[in-house]
């Protein structure tokens, strides 16, 4: 039970998250990994070597604190850890190995002199409080999930119907359920996990799903990054009818409908969830206008797939921005980065739109700065991360 005394230590210690909380987490995490090798697969370890992981927990744990009495101010932050969690398959199991390692953490770190029983029995409480309603949460998905047609609880088998190359990094897997049973919807914008076992160690993953629900088949489409095992085990080492495991879809990065105009805005392989939008939206008379950044013409997923589009449906506008153009790759309409000056060019007149953008952090980054200062309202610009939440300011 979380007291008034334990709330009043909590808040105390702020100033000490906020200026040792990564160095706090990152130990936390050394710990864990180490002595619970069974909660490996939770984590992205391309993630944990950048400090990205780190980063994010050290942030999502200040936030707690700060808004321990009124956690309803936590926002959005709660949605996005859930769903991530969900698609995963977080279990109530888990939390009690986190909390363990986290108090440890915090004694260890901070010292005893600064971490006293009173500070790790306030801490204690403080994360059985936010571990019970996550759990609850969570629950509430995978009972939702499994009840809607076409739904399950944990992995189901899939196998891949299509593997499609659509650019020099980026393929398409086309997976159908394995049992040829009924499959769940989703709203688009959301990400499916997966579980692999490679070379005998078990991963999973997040991928957003690049097209719209359509009842027989979910369509993910990933990058071949240099040195990422999950991706390039799935390029090189799964071809078409091998089978692969999935957890339900989720995520609270979805489209909303209304009759604004809508803007996708993508860098890279976040063109991904955006495609999904793109399709829902134009079975609507509402305009939609289709901004997408790459490297170059090489690297350019689905270019052919957005024109085929624009071309059906006249309230579709599309914008493609490259970096460098490179002999023998089509015209951009914009070569270099995706400015301020181009965004305000490409945008509808009116700047009552609403907005989702996706991409590398440095790119969204840009993109959001550039959205208000062109008059977007920052309410109606959206987001996602495909790894761990950071800051955008």
Known sequence: MLSADHRAIVKATVPLLESGGEALTTHFYNIMLDEHPEVRPLFN?????????PRALANGVLMYAHHI??????????????NKHASLNILPEHYPIVGQCLLRSIREVLGEAIATDAVIEAWG????????????????????REAAPGGWRGTRLFRVARKVRESDEITSFYLRPDDGGELL???????????????????RRNYSLSARANGREYRISVKREPNGKVSNYLHTRIDENDAVELFAPAGDFRLEHTDKPLVLISGGVGITPTLAMLQAALDTDRPVHFIHSARHGGVHAFRDAIEAMAARYPQLKRFYCYEQRRAGDADAHGIGYLDETRLAEWLPVTRDVDVYFLGPTAFMKAVKKHLKAIGVPESQSRYEFFGPASALE
């Open 45 to 53: 370890q391309a993630n944990q070597a950048s400090g990205a992981q």
């Open 69 to 82: 009495d009124q956690l309803d101010q936590l926002g959005g932050l709660v949605s996005q850890i859930i």
């Open 125 to 144: 409480a403080a994360y059985q409080q936010l571990a019970d309603l996550l759990i609850g949460l969570e629950e509430q998905i995978y009972a939702g």
């Open 185 to 203: 919807a989703f709203h688009p914008g959301q990400y499916i996990g997966v579980r692999l076992v490679i070379d005998g160690e078990e991963v």
